[in-house]
């Protein structure tokens, strides 16, 4: 069997952190099996649905590094959809309905009052037909047996149909609700594993059915716990974070699939540099059913770290061109962004304006001053700087370090000067010292 899977998003808006968690678990999955993973629009709501998200979902996917092998778009499968609906209709599994909502909401209110179930009831098949009006459509529920399924991360489940309201699958104007589309699509697109929220558990309740009464058999299911902010709720931030304030943040796509390829789980968190191990690791088997948080500052630390091993090769074209890989080497430990190597170029190449210098380090750069032009800077330059210049004024330590780490880079910190000061032309260097 060849796994596939399917992202499904309705083009209503650009991805946030949720979604994209959907979209790589699913894409972990395929590629984990060697299967298929399919982008599908579910743009079956033309009104709230925007060309202008269609592009920016695939362009969100390619930044993030989800390949797709497929894609299929709701809106340019309505025939299908037709014609399926057809069938079932003729089987009696969908069946027309003329109430109002009015009329359904008092409906409610009366069972809520005898306390029971607000359960649609389903009217005797001799019923008046109100002419003149259109009807919406409604699934039948089969209420022989029990709905059950093993989720791959739920485990057992199981549904009482008669509990269930037959759920509305067709409005009165023609146009569909989510459910029986992507039934559909599923079946068509041959699609083996179900990968989403919790919120769509009791979707799957009714749609096991539709994939039966289609004469399909389902697809293995993995409801995952939902995504929740840092304050314990699902937080309009998290619900709006989409993928463009992520990158302007300087966050990197593998540090945010690091992280939500563990979020949810008790898997460690790690600083990988690419998806392949997610990839090897990704098991339904590991997420709990506890609501996963999501805190921004994690992620940011996360992408720190894994720029402190992220090689050249890979941010090269984001580099300004004074940064070589030798600098980026020595430098990366010190960045929270790709883009802050730019802070860098003129700690290599100036202009740097000196910092003031206090009396006490008067010494120290003085001698390094004289030292300097003596020194090979091709060999270890760093360590016969501070060599000399500790036998000649007896300063060690941090008297000896900070001075000229100041002088020759006009910071207090930043990188380990042995590997900084042989990417500092030797010329530069020299007119620091002698400036400070
Ligand atoms: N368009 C649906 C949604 O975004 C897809 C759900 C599904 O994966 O079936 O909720």
Same mark, same amino acid.
């Given at each position: 069997m060849t796994v596939v899977t399917r992202f499904a998003p309705s083009p209503t808006g650009t991805l946030h952190v949720g979604n994209v968690r959907t979209a790589l678990h699913n894409w972990l999955w395929a590629r984990k099996h060697g299967g298929r993973f399919l982008l599908r #629009? %579910?743009?079956? %709501?033309l009104e709230r649905s925007q060309e202008d998200y269609v592009d920016a979902i695939r362009a969100d996917l390619a930044w993030l590094g989800f390949d797709i092998d497929g894609e299929e778009r709701q809106s340019a499968r309505f025939a299908l959809y037709e014609a399926e609906f057809d069938k079932l209709k003729a089987a009696g599994r969908v069946y027309a309905c003329y109430e109002t909502p009015e009329e359904l909401d008092i409906r409610r209110k009366i069972l809520l009052s005898r306390g029971l179930p607000p359960v649609y009831e389903r009217k005797a098949a001799d019923a008046p037909v109100p002419v003149g009006v259109a009807p919406h459509w409604r699934f039948r529920l089969d209420h022989d047996a029990p709905i059950e399924w093993t989720d791959m991360v739920r485990g057992e489940q199981n549904f009482e149909p008669k509990t269930m309201s037959d759920p $509305? $699958? *067709? *409005? &009165?104007?023609g146009s569909w609700l989510y459910l029986l589309p992507s039934v559909i699509d599923d079946i068509a697109m041959g699609i083996t594993h179900v990968v989403r929220g919790e919120d769509h558990v009791s979707n799957t309740a009714t749609q096991i059915q539709m994939f039966a009464a289609l004469g399909a058999t389902p697809p293995r299911f993995a409801h995952e716990a939902l995504l929740v902010g840092t304050e314990g709720k699902l937080s309009k931030r998290l619900g709006s974070l989409g993928m463009a304030s992520l990158r302007d943040a300087g966050i990197e796509p593998i540090a945010l699939a690091a992280l939500l390829a563990r979020?949810?789980?008790?898997d460690p968190v790690e600083p990988v540099t690419s998806l392949a191990p997610l990839i090897e690791h #990704? %098991?339904?088997? *590991?997420?709990?059913r506890a609501p996963a948080r999501f805190d921004e500052a994690e992620l940011a630390l996360l992408n720190q770290k894994i720029l402190h091993h992220t090689g050249y090769e890979a941010v090269a074209n984001r580099?300004? &061109? &004074? #940064?070589?890989a030798a600098r980026w080497h020595a430098i990366r430990p010190n960045l929270m962004t790709v883009a802050e190597a730019a802070d860098w170029t003129a700690v290599f190449d100036g202009p740097l304006t000196p910092p003031p210098v206090e009396d006490m380090d008067r010494a120290v750069l003085d001698s390094a001053a004289a030292a300097a032009p003596a020194i090979d800077w091709s060999a270890d330059p760093w360590h016969a700087l501070t060599t000399a210049v500790k036998e000649a004024t007896g300063a060690k330590g941090r008297a000896l370090f900070l001075p000229l780490r100041r002088a020759l880079t006009g910071r207090d910190h930043g990188p380990d000067m042995a590997e900084l000061l042989p990417l500092i032309a030797k010329d530069q260097a020299i007119a620091r010292l002698a400036a400070s």
């Open positions: #629009i %579910d743009d079956t %709501d $509305v $699958v *067709r *409005r &009165a104007d979020l949810g789980t008790s #990704i %098991d339904f088997t *590991r997420f709990g580099l300004p &061109a &004074a #940064i070589t």
